[in-house]
């Protein structure tokens, strides 16, 4: 079961770290992802990271804002977000893959209920 936390309001500039707890380690060798999905817009992918952390990777509007990590030893990955816009409000989710890696050609298969992120300007 995947559980995100974190999420709240900031304004434009400001910074959010959100969580997600793997309490039943569904993902403990696999990889996870985040992915995003505003009001009225599609489900888009955020990030996502390798099953011991030695891979990464980004959409290319989070590169260099977004950080992706894990701490195996807690079960638990982290997007911290930086720079935030207005256009990065959305519902977070974090979602983990049947794969040690990812692949953008392959869908998570276990999601987690999501994180409300509201940047205002």
């Known amino acids: 079961q995947l559980v995100e936390s974190g999420g709240g309001s900031v304004q434009a500039g400001g910074s959010l770290r959100l969580s997600c707890a793997d309490s039943?380690?569904?993902?403990?060798?696999?990889?996870v992802g985040w992915f995003r999905q505003a009001p009225g817009k599609e489900r888009e992918f955020v990030a996502a990271?390798?099953?011991?952390?030695?891979?990464?990777n980004y959409a290319d509007s989070m590169e260099g804002r977004f950080i992706i990590s894990r701490d195996r030893a807690k079960n638990t990955v982290y997007l911290q977000m930086n720079s935030l816009k207005p256009e990065d409000t959305a519902v977070y989710y974090c979602a983990a893959f049947r794969r040690p890696y990812y692949s953008s050609g392959v869908g998570p298969n276990y999601w987690g209920q999501g994180t409300q992120v509201t940047v205002s300007s």
């Open positions: 990271i390798s099953w011991n952390g030695d891979s990464t």
């Open positions: 039943r380690r569904t993902a403990s060798n696999n990889a």
